[in-house]
């Protein structure tokens, strides 16, 4: 079984920073991808950036240059570090991750809970 559980949302002035961290537990033997999205009232959820298998990331247009998606293996866990913070970026952060659980190698998603990230003008 896999858990995952977020943290490091919180209240910033615009053009600060956050790292958001979503450690997985659980009988984990890899992370083979990861997405972080987000979710602003009345809009849709939108993917904010991607790590893939192979470490390749993907960012979404509003994010890039700005936001950064990594992982620690040792760790079972992956960040987002946001710079350059704007107040349209306030929003619930939702981690998702694929991996790959010890019985069997069975691939699992999960969904983190959520945590809110608020920009101040």
């Known amino acids: 079984q896999v858990q995952l559980v977020e943290s490091g949302g919180g209240l910033v002035q615009a053009g600060g920073s956050l790292t958001l961290s979503c450690a997985a537990s659980?009988?984990?033997?890899?992370?083979?991808?990861a997405n972080w999205y987000r979710q602003a009232p009345g809009k849709q959820r939108e993917l904010v950036a991607t790590i893939t298998s192979g470490d390749t990331t993907h960012y979404a247009d509003s994010v890039k240059g700005r936001f950064a998606i990594s992982r620690d293996h040792a760790k079972n866990t992956v960040y987002l570090q946001m710079n350059s913070l704007k107040p349209e970026d306030t929003a619930v952060y939702l981690c998702?991750?694929?991996?790959?659980?010890?019985?069997?190698?069975?691939?699992?998603?999960?969904w983190g809970q959520g945590t809110q990230v608020t920009v101040s003008s």
């Open positions: 659980g009988s984990i033997f890899s992370i083979n991808a």
């Open positions: 998702n991750i694929h991996a790959s659980i010890t019985t069997m190698r069975a691939r699992v998603v999960r």
